[in-house]
């Protein structure tokens, strides 16, 4: 073996233990008559790629799907939720549209998820669930 190619490894991490993301928890709940967020049960997980400001966001209910938690370009308090809907068209082009299905504000240690279509509200843990690994983070290509 030729030892030539080996400089600086001692700061390369071996492959399956370098995050390609964070992963936040997201919790079904609702807010008691306190102002706390009381997590009923978690029904998913958001991830942010380091570096990114946008989240993707897997609810268990609808596997397959994914949403986006994209900041609001005029309050940092404030996001938008979209589904990002994709297809291939008869001549093999690309097309892709991102619909607006809800918005999110911050909430103390939460970001708020309101659905248009869902009456209850989810809640995003903005502390990120440090057991990731690289096998359970999705790519996140869009976000």
């Excluded at 843990?125 to 983070?137: G, K, P, Y």
């Amino acid at each position: 073996m030729n030892n030539n190619n080996l400089k600086n490894t001692e700061n390369i991490l071996p492959i399956g233990t370098r995050r390609k993301a964070d992963r936040y928890k997201v919790f079904a709940g609702h807010i008691d008559l306190d102002g706390m967020v009381n997590e009923r049960e978690q029904v998913g997980f958001a991830f942010q790629r380091i570096g990114s400001q946008s989240f993707k966001l897997n609810l268990w209910m609808f596997v397959g799907l994914n949403y986006f938690i994209v900041p609001s370009k005029e309050d940092q308090t404030k996001y938008i939720l979209y589904a990002l809907d994709e297809y291939i068209t008869e001549s093999k082009e690309l097309k892709s549209y991102w619909n607006k299905v809800g918005t999110a504000e911050l909430y103390g240690n939460y970001l708020k998820l309101s659905f248009t279509l869902l009456s209850y509200d989810l809640f995003m843990s903005l502390f990120d669930d440090a057991q990731v690994t690289q096998n359970t983070v999705p790519d996140l290509g869009v976000a």
